[in-house]
């Protein structure tokens, strides 16, 4: 069917001569109406009809009716005829048909338009489809629209694209080509067809492209540590659906391949894949690439490499003790594993050999942050250095030891003379005291000390000791004896084993640790007035001394200054070439020093205070 493009919409009347009968008077319109023509029989005359409709020729073929269009018998009135006019340039006339021949309305000249169609364009290409967009004009035909293509200029393959159109506006026309063959050239054409005939758009080519290959953007290691490193990557699909994976080992040809966190991509936009790797060696280099599968096959990236570091050594923060007593002793401790798990243990001894050791809790640390460890020791030697350290031990290092330090035992609690008397002690600074005055009543090796009572008899150059007013009962146990200087300068000591009379150095590193003369008394008083009398002046036992006010004996045996002076024995300095004078050391009630005389004769009677022997 084909709509008729006229020359003009006005009206035109046809004349039929109807020779010998009545002349006839026909008028006709032609108008586009869904390609058919219209047209008007005024009257019939009398004579036989037999035959009506549309002739239509070309402008100059002098209208011959070459094409004719019989619509039967004919009656006054309207028709319309359906015209399948191919397009051009044509003349059409209506037509009736009597016994006598054929009359002819006027001609009218008519223009049957073809469809448009703009030149055709390719997009979206991929190895097997492309898109195809135009634009036609159908001009008032009915049209329908296929693309032909193939992969040569004889095409072989057709698809209808779209369905009847008959506007005279611009129709945009899409289609997809698929199942094609990549790396291909193809050439297409648009085809128009309706009753007016075929219309041919220009020959277009285009070429298929290889397999989409993903593009890889960048790739790369980060987040490095001595056995773990986290892999990711940069991706362009390209339109391709692909599986996404890393390569890795210790040398280019890999060998340990882990699936990516996006283990399948598709599109045209860049996607990030990441993957984690873990059970690293450390101090290694690692070789990586990204290997993708799709369409194409296997695509892999460059080769990418990264080192891990080193395995972190663990270390000891600090080590220290506590609680140390005679025996025993807490050991403390602070190590950091660096991540690498490991066993801790305390080593001790009395010398830099240690010997001995001792797993503290706990005995496993691991992680990057310091770890507290803590273990007890006992059955040590009172009065001793030892020598201790924390050693960390793994399965990958040698062990490691922290500095060496040392902490020294408390002297026993009590220590006890040859006769039996316990005596407690305190540690001073470096130096351990006694904390009573002495009782004992034989030399060490068991000979009794002479007791003296009379005052005839105390006087006389011979050894001697007694309590004070010869009072043992009510003297003895709070303040001991009063013992002359024959017996602090003895070669046989009256201090137990381990023990001596001090010295004048001893007393001086006292007083020194104490801050000096002029204010040691007061720490080394007993504090209080139930030994010392009103007002015992700056008396605080701060060093735990516990001087108690004994008074003492002189020379001629009388009995003084109870409550108001603790008398304490220094061996001479220069015994035995002058065994005439020693010193002696004396704190009183009414200050805080303490007084070190070394021009004292030896007659008189003092307290005696043990320090242990030092270490050796």
Known sequence: MKKLFLSTLAAIILLVSCEPIERITMQKTIAFQQGSAQGRIIDLSSASHSDYGFVYDTLNSGMTGQHKFSMGQPSRGDFTGALNIPYGNWLLRTYVKENSGTLYGNDLSVYVAYPVIQSAQTSNLTYNSAAIATVIYANNNIVTVSIEYGSTTVYGNQLNVSAPLIDNIASAINVQLTGLTRLTTYHCRIKIQSDGGIVYGNDISFITPDYPKPIFLSQQASNISNTSASLSAVIIPNNGKISVSFQYGTTTSYGSTIISSSDTINGSNSITVNSSLTGLTPSTIYHCRVKTVGVAGIINSDDFSFTTTATPVPFV???????????????????????????????????????????????????????????????????????????????????????????????????????????????????????????????????????????????????????????????????????NGYIANLNVSVCPIGWHVPNDVDWSTLSNYLGGDSIAGGKLKESGTAHWLVPNTGATNQSGFTALAGGMRNGLGNFEQIGTGAYYWSTAPNYPYDFSKTNVNSVMYNNDSIYRDPNVYIQPGYSIRCIKDSKK
């Not at 490691?400 to 002297?411: E, K």
């Open 317 to 483: 923060v600090s080590i220290s003790t506590v609680n140390v007593d005679v025996s025993g002793a807490m050991l403390k401790g602070i190590a950091n594993a660096n991540n690498l798990q490991s066993q801790v243990t305390f080593e001790y001894g009395t010398t830099t050999d240690y010997g001995q050791t001792v797993t503290p809790v706990p005995n496993v640390i691991a992680g990057a942050t310091p770890t507290s460890v803590i273990a007890t020791i006992s059955g040590l030697n009172n009065y001793t250095t030892y020598h201790y350290r924390l050693k960390i031990t793994n399965n990958i290092y040698n062990p490691v030891y922290s500095a060496d330090s040392t902490f020294f035992t408390q002297p026993s609690p009590y220590v006890v003379d040859v006769d039996g008397n316990k005596y407690t002690n305190v540690l001073i600074g470096t130096q351990t005291w006694m904390v009573e005055n002495l009782k004992v009543r034989h030399y060490r090796e068991g000979n009794p000390i002479t007791i003296i009572s009379n005052n005839s008899d105390w006087h006389l150059p011979f050894a001697g000791a007694g309590w004070y007013n010869n009072d043992s009962a009510t003297y003895n146990n709070s303040y001991g004896l009063l013992y």
